[in-house]
């Protein structure tokens, strides 16, 4: 076994996004892409001698392939052990859970989530640090700036190994060790959770039925929720995943998941939905006919959260990404507890969630997560959801609007515009950012703009910055609009329109979201001539 040192040349579009690189597969099937990539990730890790790495993926097209190319790398590179997922699979929580619990130098992920795969879908390489999350951008900027200067990689010349069996052997002088990628995630999930209540409520009839939509989490929800908790069988499905993910979006929402959806709405539904993405770190939580928007299930986890026992103390503090409604503030509120404002994407999370000062987190992405690790957390979701469930002894839909008529209710809609031509999608969000100063004190459709801003964060841990994290509104009566571009898409720019408004009458609770939004949804249009600059009147995605 020899070590070989390639010679390469740098590319120039290597700059990981809101969450890792992401491209088309074929452009990671360009010679060499990949593995520079590996490679600027491997120089820009101080202490990677002999370190222990975790690696996985979502199992999506070309994970495989992958997987055997970074474990040659990691050889060539003085990495000491590799702890792999049993056939390259990890979910994206399981990989935090395993660095963390076996203290870890890091871990590599293979995933683009929740978009497309396939021979013409995407793939994704994404960096996890020590605490089991993603790179801080600091490392990520390092990454990249290394990527443009890279001239050789090293790889070990060896044949392909077989990832199918559990167990350990060598590789050049790095050891490899097959893990089953599920178990100490479920371990982690019985300590969180009180199974036997679960468990007891499922004996009772009650129904559930989770879509993994061919992607990760289908061995995940079998062993948890068939294997320890006593669902039927039938209760998973779409579990086997499939290197194309069926041809599917596994995006968890009212758009990507329609068949869930639509048999939540069936005489015959069950009495709990709920569906994860890609790589199991999103999550869609459905009642019978009704939808749970992730930003009220943030705040209803926080209300409930001293009924699971990993939560029984009480929380240290909440934080939502910007975009993500407000309900989870005025549980906080209640609470007692702070509630931190981040940027979108999860990383953002890290320092508050190690520092201590928060305990739960989520994005209005269909993303929520807890202090158990440091990535957000699909199966982790559905199962607080079932405990609180399992303790309320109520209809999905009525422990929901108990909480308006206690908090009042945040109607919340997200609007995507995909695919747009990148130099219009930008011009909108200069345009806009140019008339920020002139907006406060105008009115429209009723309501008045107090404040409008570039949303700017100071990272209370660490004092990092980051600017230009989308653009603010903010008006009176309550009620918000937010517009930024995507970091995560791979073709053209895809706009995000978020609209947010306040209904604090129990009278006004119950009426359809969009009708409830829509002069906030015509003044959007208004403020920054989506129309007009896009060309679209109406959005691709409505979540
Ligand atoms: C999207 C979501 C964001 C999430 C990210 C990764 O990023 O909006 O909340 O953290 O995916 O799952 P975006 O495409 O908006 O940059
Ligand atoms: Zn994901």
């Not at 939808?291 to 943030?298: E, G, I, Q, R, W």
């Not at 209005?364 to 309320?392: C, P, Q």
Request: hydrophobic fraction near 40%.
């Amino acid at each position: 076994m020899r070590i070989r040192t390639q010679a390469t040349r740098p590319y120039e579009d290597q700059r990981p996004g809101t969450s890792g690189l992401r491209k088309k597969v074929r452009v990671f099937q360009q010679p060499h892409y990949l593995e520079n990539f590996v490679q600027s990730i491997f120089d820009c890790l101080d202490g990677l001698a002999g370190a222990t790495l975790v690696l996985g993926g979502d199992g999506r097209y070309y994970n495989d392939q992958a997987l055997q190319t970074i474990l040659k790398m990691a050889a060539a590179n003085g990495v000491g052990r590799v702890l792999v997922g049993r056939n390259g699979l990890l979910s994206t929580p399981a990989a935090s859970c395993i660095i963390r619990k076996h203290g870890a130098f890091g871990g590599i992920l293979l995933t683009a989530s929740h978009n497309p795969a396939g021979p013409d879908g995407d793939f994704g390489v994404k960096y996890n640090v020590g605490n089991g999350g993603p790179a801080p951008e600091s490392l990520t900027e390092r990454i990249y700036a290394r990527s443009r200067e890279l001239r050789a990689y090293r790889i070990l010349e060896v044949e392909d190994v077989a990832l199918d069996r559990l167990g350990c052997f060598r590789l050049g002088a790095m050891t490899v060790e097959v893990i089953d990628p599920v178990a100490d995630y479920a371990e982690l999930m019985e300590s969180l959770f009180d199974f036997d209540r679960i468990h007891a409520l499922l004996a009772d009839g009650f129904r559930i039925r989770f879509d993994a939509m061919h992607a990760v989490t289908g061995p995940y929800a079998r062993e948890l929720l068939v294997h320890r908790l006593g669902a039927p069988e039938e209760s998973v499905v779409h579990a086997t995943p499939l290197p194309d993910f069926g041809g599917g979006h596994p995006d968890p929402n009212l758009t990507y998941a329609r068949p869930l959806v639509e048999s939540l709405w069936r005489e015959d539904a069950p009495d709990f939905g709920a569906a994860s993405d890609g790589d199991g770190d999103r999550n869609m939580i459905l009642g019978r006919g009704f939808f749970v928007t992730p930003s009220d299930s943030l705040a209803l986890l926080a209300a409930h959260a001293t009924c699971a026992p990993g939560y029984r103390d009480g929380l240290a503090g909440i934080a939502r990404s910007m975009p993500t409604s407000r309900a989870a503030d005025r549980v906080a509120e209640r609470l007692g507890i702070p509630c931190y404002e981040t940027p979108t994407g999860w990383k953002y999370f890290g320092n508050l969630l190690d520092a201590g000062r928060i305990t739960l987190c989520g994005e209005e992405s269909f993303g929520t997560g807890s202090n158990h690790i440091r990535e957000k957390d699909g199966l982790w979701a559905v199962l607080f959801w079932l405990n609180l469930l399992a303790v309320a002894r109520q209809p999905v839909a009525e422990v929901v609007k108990a909480h308006w008529r206690a908090y009042g209710r945040h109607y919340y809609t997200r609007h995507d515009y995909e695919g747009l031509d990148p130099e219009a999608a930008h011009r909108l969000i200069e345009t806009l950012r140019a008339q920020l100063g002139k907006l406060p004190g105008r009115s429209g459709q009723g309501l008045r703009v107090l404040q409008a801003e570039d949303f700017r964060y100071e990272d209370p841990v660490d004092h990092s910055v980051s600017e230009h994290q989308g653009i603010r509104i903010l008006f009176e009566p309550e009620a918000r609009l937010v517009f930024r571009l995507s970091g995560t898409g791979t073709a053209g720019a895809t706009l995000r329109v978020y609209v947010e408004r306040f209904e604090p009458d129990p009278a006004q609770q119950d009426q359809d979201t969009q009708q409830a939004l829509a002069p906030l949804i015509r003044l959007a249009d208004e403020i920054a001539g989506i129309q007009r600059l896009t060309g679209r009147a109406r959005p691709d995605v409505i979540t």
